[in-house]
Nanobody, 116 residues
Framework: QVQLVESGGGLVQPGGSLRLSCAASRNMDVMGWDRQAPGKQRELVATITSGGSTNYANSLKGQFTISRDNAKNTVYLQMNSLKPADPAVYYC?????????????WGQGTQVTVSS
């Protein structure tokens, strides 16, 4: 069983920045973040492979940056210029690719609030 421990959420003013971290208990092929705002569906934020290839939601390109430290089995999400549309619970996930199957594990979620 893989455990994911998230940290870094909290309250930030509009235009501010936060960095989320998620540490996995073992190395994972793909790591990423989703988010879910109240009353809305969960949506992709960003993903990153063990090789460093990234993918972002179109609306977040240039605002958020995903990175990872493979030595620490940790993925980061740097969130800049936070807007009133960005508050949500942010969920870390990690995926193991074992052809033909894949296994996905989720963190407990961390709340991000944007308010003055």
């Amino acid at each position: 069983q893989v455990q994911l421990v998230e940290s870094g959420g909290g309250l930030v003013q509009p235009g501010g920045s936060l960095r989320l971290s998620c540490a996995a208990s073992r190395n994972m092929d793909v790591m990423g973040w989703d988010r879910q705002a109240p009353g809305k569906q969960r949506e992709l934020v960003a993903t990153i492979t063990s090789g460093g290839s990234t993918n972002y939601a179109n609306s977040l390109k240039g605002q958020f940056t995903i990175s990872r430290d493979n030595a620490k089995n940790t993925v980061y999400l740097q969130m800049n210029s936070l807007k009133p549309a960005d508050p949500a619970v942010y969920y870390c996930y990690a995926r193991v690719l074992t052809f033909p199957r894949q296994y996905t594990y989720w963190g407990q979620g961390t709340q991000v609030t944007v308010s003055s």
